[in-house]
T-cell receptor
Framework: AQKITQTQPGMFVQEKEAVTLDCTYDTSDPSYGLFWYKQPSSGEMIFLIYQGSYDQQNATEGRYSLNFQKARKSANLVISASQLGDSAMYFCAMREENRDDKIIFGKGTRLHILP | EAGVAQSPRYKIIEKRQSVAFWCNPISGHATLYWYQQILGQGPKLLIQFQNNGVVDDSQLPKDRFSAERLKGVDSTLKIQPAKLEDSAVYLC????????????FGSGTRLTVV
């Protein structure tokens, strides 16, 4: 079974609009962390945001926020006021504390921002 | 601080040849990871080191792939002999064990096997 599911292979969004990228996860570990990474066409993986399973509040980093719904095992990334430079692949990932600190990635969502 | 360094940036080889990739992690990061990312997919963990010991190599095709991390710092990933399906980007990452900020990735090595 997949640990991380990203159901949107690709999305097109108009510049300046908000966009939500979906992510669901599967774990029986009570302690885990959720990450979002951005990968532009140049290939580097850029860390965006982190949410711990015990964090009471949703994580925010500038224009990025993570909509964490623990009971639904959902960790959607919200990008507000999208910009042309946001066009990239976005990966949701999870680290289970009882599994040697490994991070497992989803298959990604390709986001296209339209001018 | 300096980032994770990887070399080479690109490599083209013929099938059945051998190739090696090098990674220098961020100073003080005990954990080092090699990921394989096939075009259009998410990264897949190949091997994880804690200092110079292997923590997980369950997805490393050991008949052709090998990796080492001498002295708990630099690491080398080798493929011998290469197959067409090994064409991918090989990403190295390092982290402080248990850190909440995930990994820091290098720029990757794009391997093309022809």
């Amino acid at each position: 079974a997949q640990k991380i599911t990203q159901t949107q292979p690709g999305m097109f969004v108009q510049e300046k609009e908000a966009v939500t990228l979906d992510c669901t996860y599967d774990t029986s570990d009570p302690s885990y962390g959720l990450f979002w990474y951005k990968q532009p066409s140049s290939g580097e993986m850029i860390f965006l945001i982190y949410q711990g399973s015990y964090d009471q509040q949703n994580a925010t980093e500038g224009r990025y926020s993570l909509n964490f719904q623990k009971a639904r095992k959902s960790a959607n990334l919200v990008i507000s006021a999208s910009q042309l430079g946001d066009s990239a692949m976005y990966f949701c990932a999870m680290r289970e504390e009882n599994r040697d600190d490994k991070i497992i990635f989803g298959k990604g969502t390709r986001l296209h921002i339209l001018p | 601080e300096a980032g994770v360094a990887q070399s080479p940036r690109y490599k083209i080889i013929e099938k059945r040849q051998s190739v090696a990739f090098w990674c220098n992690p961020i100073s003080g990061h005990a954990t080092l990871y090699w990921y394989q990312q096939i075009l259009g997919q998410g990264p897949k963990l190949l091997i994880q080191f804690q200092n110079n010991g292997v923590v997980d190599d369950s997805q490393l095709p050991k008949d052709r792939f090998s990796a080492e991390r001498l002295k708990g710092v630099d690491s080398t990933l080798k493929i011998q002999p290469a197959k067409l399906e090994d064409s991918a980007v090989y990403l190295c990452a390092s982290s402080i064990y248990g850190g909440s900020y995930g990994y820091t990735f290098g720029s990757g090595t794009r391997l093309t096997v022809v």
